[in-house]
């Protein structure tokens, strides 16, 4: 029997919990037709919201190829912000010593036309390296806007973290690479997510109706990546 990691297990019990992992019928961003939903929005309480960040803390923490290695934390409007705001708050907090120098920045919708005007709030990002960190990737179409607004302010960006990786197919690929697997190859970057597919279809095994791991599975088989 696979096993996954205690902190993704708490992560996925919260998001259960919390009613931020569902299961039904969902239309995604994509078009899709989706039989689960992972909401970020729904981390609001302090139970819910502390695990969170800690998993993003952690994730971030683990990896050399990022910890360290960027100047700014960027999230992307809206889901983004808040993640960026407690996360930089908790590795500011844990790594003063590395973190200290580092800012956050997120950005608009709607570019503001008066007072300080612009899409972009808080550390400017010319010439800065960069780690997006927001709450899934799908197709990847979101991280790419990320990517080409950053880049249009003159930042870098040398990593994503993201909360789910829905482990799925671009919608218009002629083979079965992930929409991550794209990316990485395309920007040549390091991206991490706390869980993935597999790890919800493991984790849900014995807590959610038996119907509901069926539907997963197929929607795995139509639009799973192979990578
Ligand atoms: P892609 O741009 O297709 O990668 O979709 C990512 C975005 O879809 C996320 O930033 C969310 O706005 C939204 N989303 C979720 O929040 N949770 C999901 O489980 C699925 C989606 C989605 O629409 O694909």
């Given at each position: 029997?696979?096993?996954?990691?205690?902190?993704?297990?708490?992560?996925?019990?919260?998001?259960?919990?919390g009613g931020a992992l569902r299961f039904g019928s969902f239309t995604l961003k994509s078009g899709r037709q989706s039989p689960y939903f992972f909401n970020a929005g729904s981390f609001f309480t302090g139970a819910l919201h502390v695990p969170f960040v800690?998993?993003?803390a952690?994730?971030?923490?683990?990896?050399?190829?990022i910890h360290g290695q960027f100047d700014v934390l960027f999230g992307p409007a809206y889901k983004g912000i808040?993640?960026?705001a407690a996360v930089f708050y908790a590795l500011a907090k844990q790594h003063p010593e590395v973190y200290t120098e580092v800012g956050y920045t997120f950005d608009r919708k709607e570019a503001k036309d008066h007072g300080e005007g612009g899409v972009m709030?808080?550390?400017p990002l010319q010439g800065k390296r960069v780690l997006v960190i927001d709450d899934v990737v799908s197709s990847g179409t979101a991280k790419r806007e990320a990517i080409e607004k950053i880049t249009a302010a003159g930042g870098?960006?040398?990593?994503?973290v993201v909360a789910v990786d829905r482990q799925e197919t671009l919608p218009d690929a002629a083979d079965r690479s992930s929409a991550i697997g794209q990316l990485k190859k395309e920007y040549g970057i390091p991206i991490l997510a706390i869980v993935n597919l597999e790890d919800i279809l493991t984790g849900m095994k014995g807590k959610i109706a038996d119907a509901d791991i069926v539907r997963l599975?197929?929607?795995r088989a139509t639009y799973g990546a192979s990578d």
């Open positions: 029997m696979s096993t996954i990691a205690s902190y993704k297990t708490s992560l996925l019990d919260a998001a259960l919990s800690d998993a993003f952690s994730t971030i923490t683990s990896s050399s190829a808040p993640l960026a709030v808080g550390a870098k960006v040398v990593g994503i599975e197929e929607y």
